[in-house]
C-alpha cells in the first residue's frame, strides 16, 4: 500500500480563498482522524471519521472548517474563507482498530497570504 | 480527557551524550503509547510504539522507551546521540475506548551539536 496521501503537498493562496485539502487513507483503515500543526498550538487534532461517519469535530477551530468523508476511501479538509492564521501543516492519519496504529500522511503546508 | 505532558520543551546535547525525553500521560484505562520524530520539514515518522507485554521498548535508530504504569510515564532514550538526531520528538497516546484518537505532548526540540 502506498499509505495516507495527502494533496495537495503545499497550497498558497489568498485571504478569503476556499481552499480544499484531500487525505486518501489506507485501503482497510476504518478511522480517519485530521491534525493541524502550528509553532504556537503544536499538534491539534481538527475532527476524527469512524466508518465514514464524523465522530468528534470539537476540534475544528470556527464554522469556516468543514471536513467531509464521502467514502471509505477519501476525506477532504475545506476552509471557506481562508485567513492568515490558518496557516499551518494539516495531517491526516488513519487507523485500523485491529492493529491500532496510526498511519500519517506526509501533510499539507498551507499558506495564507 | 486524555493529556500528553512533555517536560522539556527544548534540549541541547553534544554528539554521544545520553538522551531522556519525559513523557507523562493522564488516562485512567489502557492506553497505547508512541514517540514520533519530525525532522525539519518534515512528515511525522514513528520511532516506536508500546501496545502490551515488555515494558521496555526499542525502536528505529537506536532509541527505545520504558513504560512504566505506576508512573503514567513513558519516556524515550537513546544511549549516545548523532547530530542527525536533531529533530522534534512527539509523545502520544491513545485508547481503544476513546476511538483511538491520537493525543499528541507539546513536543521536544533537540539540537545535537557536532
Known amino acids: 500500500d502506498a499509505g495516507v496521501i495527502q494533496s495537495p503537498r503545499h497550497e498558497v493562496t489568498e485571504m478569503g480563498q476556499e481552499v480544499t485539502l484531500r487525505c486518501k487513507p489506507i485501503?482497510?483503515?476504518?478511522?480517519l482522524f485530521w491534525y493541524r500543526q502550528t509553532m504556537m498550538r503544536g499538534l491539534e487534532l481538527l475532527i476524527y471519521f469512524n466508518n465514514n461517519v464524523p465522530i468528534d469535530d470539537s476540534g475544528m477551530p470556527e464554522d469556516r472548517f468543514s471536513a467531509k468523508m464521502p467514502n471509505a476511501s477519501f476525506s477532504t479538509l475545506k476552509i471557506q474563507p481562508s485567513e492568515p492564521r490558518d496557516s499551518a501543516v494539516y495531517f491526516c492519519?488513519?487507523?485500523?482498530?485491529?492493529?491500532?496504529?496510526?498511519?500519517f500522511g506526509q501533510g499539507t503546508r498551507l499558506t495564507v497570504v | 480527557a486524555q493529556s500528553v505532558s512533555q517536560h522539556n520543551h527544548h534540549v541541547i546535547l553534544s554528539e554521544a551524550a545520553s538522551l531522556e525525553l519525559g513523557c507523562n500521560y493522564s488516562?485512567?484505562?489502557?492506553?497505547?503509547l508512541f514517540w514520533y520524530v519530525q525532522y525539519p520539514g518534515q512528515h511525522l515518522q514513528l520511532l516506536l510504539k508500546y501496545f502490551s507485554g515488555d515494558p521496555l521498548v526499542k525502536g528505529i535508530k537506536g532509541f527505545e522507551a520504558e513504560f512504566i504504569k505506576s508512573k503514567f510515564s513513558f519516556n524515550l532514550r537513546k544511549p549516545s546521540v548523532q547530530w542527525s538526531d536533531t529533530a522534534e520528538y512527539f509523545c502520544?497516546?491513545?485508547?481503544?475506548?476513546?476511538?483511538?484518537?491520537?493525543?499528541f505532548g507539546s513536543g521536544t526540540r533537540l539540537l545535537v551539536r557536532p
Open positions: 485501503s482497510g483503515h476504518d478511522y
Open positions: 502520544a497516546v491513545n485508547a481503544r475506548d476513546s476511538s483511538y484518537k491520537l493525543i
Open positions: 488516562y485512567g484505562g489502557t492506553v497505547n
Open positions: 492519519a488513519s487507523i485500523r482498530t485491529t492493529e491500532r496504529l496510526p498511519f
